[in-house]
């Protein structure tokens, strides 16, 4: 006996490669720019000073300290005192001594507050100080 053929043509089932490298793409750079959002949440929301030579420069191992208007201290978002700050800092440097500091102050904190905090980062051996800053608006 003999078998009739279809005269429609067998196709075999194949994986497309192409559409799933895409998804794997926009997947990739969707989570990259969640991660680089998420770096700029380290410290207390403050409103710092201007200044013309600003520049983003946060990075992953940059320890910040904050100081607010009322002049208390804070690492990320906890509130230390200044001794427990010596602590964090003498930690932070036997992990890396070359970690550089920021130093986040409001517009409004007094400068007595801000030079209490840099005294103690200079006294813990601390080479890289910055102030972190908004920047100015451009004028017309």
Do not use: W, Y
């Amino acid at each position: 006996m003999r078998l009739l053929s279809s005269p429609v043509p067998q196709r075999k089932a194949r994986i497309e490669i192409i559409p799933l490298i895409d998804v794997m793409f926009f997947l990739l750079a969707a989570f990259m720019l969640v991660s680089l959002s998420m770096q700029k949440m380290q410290t207390k929301k403050m409103q710092l000073a201007t200044a013309v030579s600003s520049g983003e420069d946060f990075k992953a191992d940059i320890f910040n300290i904050g100081v607010d208007t009322a002049g208390a201290i804070s690492v990320g978002k906890t509130n230390v005192t200044l001794e427990k700050l010596d602590a964090m800092l003498a930690a932070a440097l036997k992990r890396n001594t070359n970690s550089p500091v920021f130093v986040t102050a409001d517009k409004e904190a007094l400068h007595g507050s801000v030079n209490k905090v840099l005294a103690r980062v200079r006294s813990a051996g601390v080479q890289r100080v910055a102030f972190a800053v908004a920047a100015a608006k451009k004028q017309p």
